[in-house]
């Protein structure tokens, strides 16, 4: 019965049941295409499917060939995105009966994302299947939501199982409301975020597992493999794979071996990266749709940036200044089309439970001595993150406020995690077995509150 009692207690177990109960209601009340840039995603996992990396221009604007039936099906339910309305169920139980129609096409303009095909596997092969089965256009809808469910699970549960410490801020903060409601959406935020939870936990595992004497070349690969995949799925967070350096170089055979594959490795992903980097700015009819024929292009806002840095980082600090209230809700809650947020008493309380979570450890767990040379070490890494965020949303909005504008919260949101090891005490933890029960009811109560909110906002 104790045995029973321990593997249902577990973080990782505690972390699947709650998601996927609230992940499967998420994804059933939230409206088609409410998600933040939820058509954007679809639309260019649609242009996979036809063979294409890239996004169709049809006279100076970007877009792509869809059936008749996914755009009258957006059309309708793009109306709601920034507006109050509610949304008629008795539509949705029509949209549900429209038959796919495949062969007649229309041009859907659209900005399209930069992302690369990893960042929607393995959504696109299913999207893929469906269209060949001709599956009508909303259940589409929902397989792929439910797609990124489980990709997100998959990763989340094996970063909270595999980890050595900080279990129950991992847990906490993969339950999350921006997370899980972001992980059931038509997005590439779930495969991100859960290999970045992935990533973490298997650095603090090479780093400060007392088991791990000498890392093995197996354990090399891996690691390069997850921060390959992190800045091929959101460069802006390519900076951490400086948290290589958290692992003791006595781990290695070798001074030589520490250094030569961090060399290797950097090198690849800057490669990779900048390839990435220079198709996005080079791609056409972005800008044209978007916000006018008038603005820079990417290579001279990069430009303008290199000449004036000092200038850029005032404005960068002026805009989180101005920022800073809507960015500290947001990181925890996004809903809809980021109008709807829970409320500030809420928001507060998962920061507080956040930094409880930091500081708990249970009997099972490693007790980690991260020094001030580490926690310099993640705070730079954040730092430079940050910056990375907010240049690539300046390269799309410029200068068309005072301020860098269109960053949401849930762009820090991976960092979060990071954040809160700049907290971690050796010896100053709490250790109470009343806190595993506070941290997952109060996780349930977020959750609770978040499915209240979509229904009183959208019905």
């Known amino acids: ?31 088609p295409f409410q998600a933040p840039d939820e058509p954007a995603h679809f639309f260019k996992m649609w242009g996979y499917t036809q063979g294409t990396l890239r996004h169709t221009i049809k006279a100076g604007w970007s877009g792509t060939e869809l059936p008749e039936s996914i755009e009258r099906i957006y059309k309708f339910y793009s109306q709601y995105v920034y507006t109050n309305k509610k949304i008629p169920l008795i539509e949705t139980v029509k949209y549900s009966k429209l038959p796919l129609n495949k062969d007649n096409k229309v041009f859907v303009k659209f900005i399209p994302t930069s992302y690369t095909p990893l960042s929607y596997f393995p959504s696109f092969i299913v999207l893929w299947v469906m269209k060949f089965l001709s599956i009508k256009p909303l259940l589409m809808m929902y397989i792929l939501r439910f797609c990124s469910l489980l990709v997100y699970l998959s990763l989340t549960y094996f970063a909270i199982k595999i980890t050595p410490c900080k279990k129950w801020l991992f847990l906490f903060f993969s339950l999350l409301p921006v997370n899980v409601y972001q992980s059931v959406a038509i997005s590439t935020d779930g495969i991100t975020l859960g290999v970045i939870m992935l990533f973490a936990a298997y650095t603090l595992k090479l780093a400060f597992d007392d088991s791990i004497v000498k890392i093995e070349k197996q354990q090399i690969i891996i690691w390069d493999v997850l921060i390959t995949c992190i800045g091929l799925l959101k460069f802006t967070y390519f900076p951490l794979i400086l948290l290589y350096f958290l692992i003791p170089k006595n781990k290695f055979a070798s001074i030589k071996q520490y250094f030569t594959n961090f060399g290797i490795v950097l090198i690849l992903n800057m490669f990779l990266i900048a390839c990435v980097i220079v198709a996005a700015m080079s791609a056409k009819g972005i800008n044209e749709y978007t916000y006018g024929k008038n603005l820079m292009s990417g290579f001279e806002v990069i430009k303008k940036i290199l000449q004036s840095p000092l200038d850029y980082i005032v404005l960068v600090y002026q805009s989180t200044l101005f920022l800073r209230q809507f960015i500290f809700r947001n990181i925890i809650s996004s809903i809809g089309g980021n109008l709807i947020m829970i409320p500030n008493f809420a928001s507060n309380l998962a920061w507080f439970l956040l930094f409880l979570s930091c500081f708990y450890k249970s009997k099972t767990e490693d007790l980690i001595d991260l020094k001030i040379k580490n926690k310099m070490l993640i705070l730079t890494i954040l730092i430079f993150c940050y910056f990375l965020i907010m240049t690539s949303v300046y390269l799309v909005y410029q200068m068309t406020v005072p301020y860098i504008i269109g960053i949401q919260g849930r762009y820090l949101t991976p960092l979060l995690l990071f954040f809160m090891l700049l907290f971690n005490l050796k010896n100053i933890c709490v250790k109470n077995k009343i806190v595993p029960a506070i941290l997952t009811f109060a996780a349930q109560f977020l959750l609770l509150m978040t499915f209240v909110i979509i229904i009183v906002y959208y019905y």
């Not at 029973?4 to 609230?22: D, T, Y």
């Open 1 to 31: 019965m104790n045995n029973l009692k321990n593997i249902m207690f577990r973080c990782e177990n505690v972390f699947l049941v709650s998601c996927l109960l609230w992940g499967l209601i998420f994804l059933i009340v939230n409206p």
